[in-house]
């Protein structure tokens, strides 16, 4: 089973960017579909981003739409988040998680840890 690890969180201005990674470990990396998706505290879990196993395919929520860009390097065994003209609303714990392309979290079946974004107006 893959193992998800997260990094690239940070404090940033509004209007700045940020490039998430999530490096994953386990030989399936390659054939699983992956996404991105954004908690606050005491908020429901939201779908940010998600990229097919060869990277032909991807989907975006409205909110990131022409800012965020989602990526990977199957050889690398990581999944990116390219995160531009952020906004204090994109603050939260972003999550990178293996199994789905979809926009439900309950389509995914293995979570990173999360890493912390804020956006500073």
């Known amino acids: 089973q893959l193992q998800l690890v997260e990094s690239g969180g940070g404090l940033v201005q509004a209007g700045g960017s940020l490039r998430l990674s999530c490096a994953a470990s386990?030989?399936?990396?390659?054939?699983?579909?992956m996404g991105w998706f954004r908690q606050a505290p005491g908020k429901e879990r939201e779908f940010v981003a998600a990229?097919?196993?060869?990277?032909?395919?991807?989907n975006y929520a409205d909110s990131v739409k022409g800012r965020f860009t989602i990526a990977r390097d199957n050889a690398k065994n990581t999944l990116y988040l390219q995160m531009n003209n952020l906004k204090p609303e994109d603050t939260d714990v972003y999550y990178c998680a293996a199994g789905s392309i979809s926009t439900k979290d309950k389509m995914y079946n293995v979570w990173g840890q999360g890493t912390q974004v804020t956006v500073s107006s």
């Open positions: 990229i097919n196993w060869s990277g032909s395919m991807t």
């Open positions: 386990g030989r399936s990396f390659s054939v699983t579909a």
